[in-house]
């Protein structure tokens, strides 16, 4: 079955830096497109950044464009989220997902905190 793991979330002082990773298996990674997500406290989900095959980054959300760069490996089937000049409210759970023929897949999130 298909399996979304994050990683490297954190607690970052504002203008600080953190990698996201989500690690993917049980189905064929390089032929999918894969996007972060996030979610502060309330019920709304927000796309932050998708990457489609052969490591086309798309759909950066405005509040995170030129800070946050999303970016691929497909020998390690995993998908990065690098994010610089964070800010308070980048604060948030983050998640991985990716739809497959079996449906629409998420990770269990990580927490990063913005604060200082």
């Known amino acids: 079955q298909v399996q979304l793991v994050e990683s490297g979330g954190g607690f970052v002082h504002p203008g600080g830096s953190l990698r996201l990773s989500c690690t993917a298996s049980?189905?064929?990674?390089?032929?999918?497109?894969m996007s972060w997500y996030r979610q502060a406290p309330g019920p709304e989900r927000e796309l932050v950044a998708t990457?489609?095959?052969?490591?086309?980054?798309?759909n950066y959300a405005d509040s995170v464009k030129g800070r946050f760069t999303i970016f691929r490996d497909d020998a390690k089937n995993t998908i990065y989220l690098q994010m610089n000049s964070l800010k308070p409210e980048d604060t948030a759970v983050y998640y991985c997902?990716?739809?497959?023929?079996?449906?629409?897949?998420w990770g269990q999130g990580t927490q990063v905190t913005v604060s200082s």
């Open positions: 049980g189905f064929d990674f390089s032929k999918h497109a």
């Open positions: 997902n990716t739809a497959t023929v079996s449906g629409n897949h």
């Open positions: 990457i489609l095959r052969f490591g086309i980054p798309r």
